[in-house]
Every structure is written in structure tokens, then in C-alpha cells.
């Protein structure tokens, strides 16, 4: 089965930078993309990036763009989320996930299969 697993979060003053790091594990990831979405208490999961896997063609949601970058190395099933210029409503649980191997939409919750653990992104003003 595969495995998700995110790290990198942390403490960031507004206006710095993470990178946030997603490693699979268990089996070959075998899926059309891998996305990362922000979830604050209350509130559900929302989008903020995805990668597409065979050939690495993000997308991002408007809020990131120019702001954050995502990248995969699909030989170590790795994918990283860089996140510069950090404003406080960045901040939240972060989680990385896969879709299934023919599941073209990215950008929603319901589209993705295996989810990792996630991890804190805190942004002080």
C-alpha cells in the first residue's frame, strides 16, 4: 500500500520561506498527480498546488501562484512544495495526496486516494 508522508513544516515569519517535503513509500506511486492542499480548523481541505506525475506540469491555485513552486522526482517518489513570501493565511495543516492514475481533476479532495499525515505551517506577523 502506498504511504505518504509530509515534513518541513514549522514556525515562519510573514515574508519567509519552507519547503515542504512529500515522501511516498510502499509501492511506486502510479498516479496522475500528486497535490498538496491547506486545511485550518472548521474549515475543509482547500487546494493550493499539484503536480502532474508523468511529466511534471504543475498547477496552482491562485493564491500560490508566483509565490510557490512544486516539484517531484518521480525515480525517488518525492515532491516538494516551495512556499515563498509567506502571508498569515498561509498558515494551516498541510497534506499531500495522490489521485488515481486516471483522475484528472486536481484541484479537488474527493479526486484523491491516498493522503499523508500532514503538517503544521505556522506564520507569525
Not at 15 to 29: F, M, N
Not at 61 to 66: E, F, L, Q, V, Y
Amino acid at each position: 500500500q502506498l504511504k505518504l508522508a509530509e515534513s518541513g513544516g514549522g514556525v515562519v515569519q510573514a515574508g519567509g520561506s519552507l519547503r515542504l517535503s512529500c515522501t511516498a513509500s510502499g509501492r511506486t506511486v502510479n498516479a496522475w498527480a500528486l497535490g498538496w492542499f491547506r486545511q485550518v480548523p472548521g474549515q475543509d481541505r482547500e487546494f493550493v498546488a499539484a503536480i502532474r506525475w508523468s511529466d511534471g506540469h504543475p498547477y496552482y491555485a491562485n493564491s500560490a501562484k508566483g509565490r510557490f513552486t512544486i516539484s517531484r522526482d518521480g525515480a525517488k517518489g518525492t515532491a516538494s512544495l516551495q512556499m515563498d513570501n509567506l502571508e498569515s493565511e498561509d498558515a494551516g495543516t498541510y497534506y499531500c495526496a495522490t489521485t488515481g492514475p486516471r483522475s484528472t481533476i486536481v484541484t479537488l479532495t474527493r479526486f484523491y486516494e491516498q493522503w499523508g499525515q500532514g503538517t503544521q505551517v505556522t506564520v507569525s506577523s
